[in-house]
């Protein structure tokens, strides 16, 4: 590439969304579609493998610029559904391992030379993902919502003095609140148990808390699983109404989702299946 | 207040109950364009999933590192109230 000097952004960067093998329809389907700042994505080949990539000025990709992004979350989200539009476009033309967020070189020799490099374990690990999508299941726990569904307890004593209706109060309150997050982790357990013939892995990802987990209740299973594509229907059906009795908890499946929570070689030792 | 929650969210079942997602890909395009994921099930995955790159990279391996450790820095920021024990 001719390096591209603008004087208010700086020389531009490669930033890389994704990997895939040589010799998918990719780079020609995305080639000329618009990444970060509005860049057409190109693709950057070297031995069996293409990456996705698209030029990013150096001032809000560099060191600086990134922190800047990632302090702003208004330019954060940006970036971030930027990035899964590139990847998930890609993934309907082939089997893609994504890069994390601002994976950013300084130009495509640089890509080339990762690519190189890095072969075999990309070769293996895309090996592992063809035909696979990623499934998200999350469970919460919402002990309000279990009192407005049982909330005419059989025992309120009308008739009782307002301190003892208080701590009756209190008492049931904190029964529901305990049988509710008791009910969670049964229903949790019961997710790996009917989805654990379905799934080839299984990511545990931090339960959901703070602002930006919006959804009602506390969070407390937040996972992934890699799942090949003719049983995504089975492993929602495997998930379907197995809440239904236990009052306060609710299970979410999210995706298909590109293989995000599978594009790093398992540890040794972590994120395996519990 | 607890009964608009309880309205706005069904106490069991799934978020998007699309049980015939993938056997319909006629319909993926639109339900690409009719759906926007949350962004905290997104940054779940682009910050904490995703090939991580420490090789060659343009900002060198230690500023990877860094940019690496101020999005960990900014997702706890962003998911967290408090210092999280993890």
Known sequence: MTAEVDPATGPAMSYVYAVSRAGTPLGEALAGLPGLEGGPLRAVAAGELVALVSSVPSASYGTEGVKAQMEDLDRLEVLARTHHAVVEAAYEHATVLPMRLVTVYLDDERVRGMLDEREPEFSALLARLEGHVELGVKVYADPREAVTVSSRGPDTDTAASPGRAYLQKRRAQQQNHRQTYRAAGAV?????????????????????????????????????????????????????????????????????????????????GGGEPR | MNDELGAAMPGAGFAEPRAGLSAAPDDSVESLAGRQVALIDLLDRLLNGGAVLTGDLVLSVADVDLVHINLRAVIRSITSEEPAPW
């Open chain 1, 188 to 268: 949790a357990a019961e997710v790996a148990a009917r989805v654990a013939g379905l799934a080839r892995a299984h990511v545990t990802h931090r339960p959901q808390q703070g602002d930006l987990a919006q959804a009602a209740g506390e969070n407390i299973v937040n996972d992934a699983y890699l799942v090949h594509g003719s049983q995504a229907d089975a492993f929602r059906a495997a998930l379907t109404g197995l809440a239904d009795d236990a009052p306060g908890v609710r299970v979410e499946v999210t995706g298909p989702w590109a293989p995000y929570s599978f594009a790093t070689p398992p540890a040794p």
